[in-house]
């Protein structure tokens, strides 16, 4: 079965320093997808950024960037240059193999970022 | 980029209220769309698969006659709690893609709440 671990409940970062959060998961199928999300104290998902299981670079948007290490299972999202805006929960997800082309997603527990001037 | 809306934001209502949901895709259209259900400070889960112009797929646990889901078109899927109850309160969020294998978008959540 197909797994996400999130082994951070909450992390604290002071403003302006880079943060790791950390994303391991299970699975036995060769193609998959990670996902990284933002849901503030307001709820709404915002989608971050994005590794492919065949992608041989790791993924950056601005200033998130995803740690892929394929042999270890593991997708780190690492925030550079924290903002106070930052501050939120922080979700690792992980699409099913394309199944009937179904897009199912299996959500981490999630860690809770806090940014501290 | 894609848009996904998702009404109402918030519902307070009396037990054994029956309860709409909508979700819909804004400028995309969406044959499957995903109903998620979020207890406090816990991790979303996902209720059920609604595929546009068939039934939906339930995951395991979820009981099919009490959330019923509706997607009648490609742009519109609605989570219906039926006689709900205070265990029923929760957040319900839905998602959808605009093209397959692509990150999905969220609408913004709806806080049910049952008195």
């Known amino acids: 079965a197909q797994k996400i671990t999130q082994t951070q409940p909450g992390m604290f970062v002071q403003e302006k320093e880079a943060v790791t959060l950390d994303c391991t998961y299970d699975?036995?199928?060769?193609?998959?997808?990670l996902f990284w999300y933002k849901q503030p104290s307001s709820g709404e998902m915002i989608f971050l950024i994005y590794q492919g299981s065949y992608d041989e670079q790791n993924a950056t948007e601005g200033r998130y960037s995803l740690n892929f290490q394929k042999a270890r299972k593991s997708a780190n999202l690492v925030i550079s240059a924290s903002q106070l805006g930052d501050s939120a929960m922080y979700f690792c997800?992980?699409?099913?193999?394309?199944?009937?082309?179904?897009?199912?997603?299996?959500f981490g527990t999630g860690t809770r970022l806090q940014v501290f001037p | 980029g894609a848009v996904v809306s998702q009404h109402p934001s918030r519902v307070i209502c009396k037990s054994g209220t029956s309860v709409k949901i909508e979700c819909r895709s804004l400028d995309f259209q969406a044959t499957t769309m995903f109903w998620y259900r979020q207890f406090p400070k816990q991790s979303l889960m996902l209720m059920a698969t609604s595929n546009e112009g068939s039934k939906a797929t339930y995951e395991q646990g979820v009981e099919k006659d009490k959330f019923l889901i509706n997607h009648a078109s490609l742009t519109l899927s609605t989570l219906t709690v039926t006689s709900a109850h205070p265990e029923d309160s929760s957040f319900y969020i839905c998602?959808?893609?605009?093209?397959?294998?692509?990150?999905?978008?969220f609408g913004d959540g709806t806080r049910l709440s049952i008195l």
């Open positions: 997800a992980m699409r099913e193999a394309a199944f009937y082309n179904t897009d199912k997603l299996i």
């Open positions: 998602s959808a893609s605009d093209r397959p294998n692509q990150p999905q978008h």
């Open positions: 699975t036995s199928d060769q193609s998959y997808g």
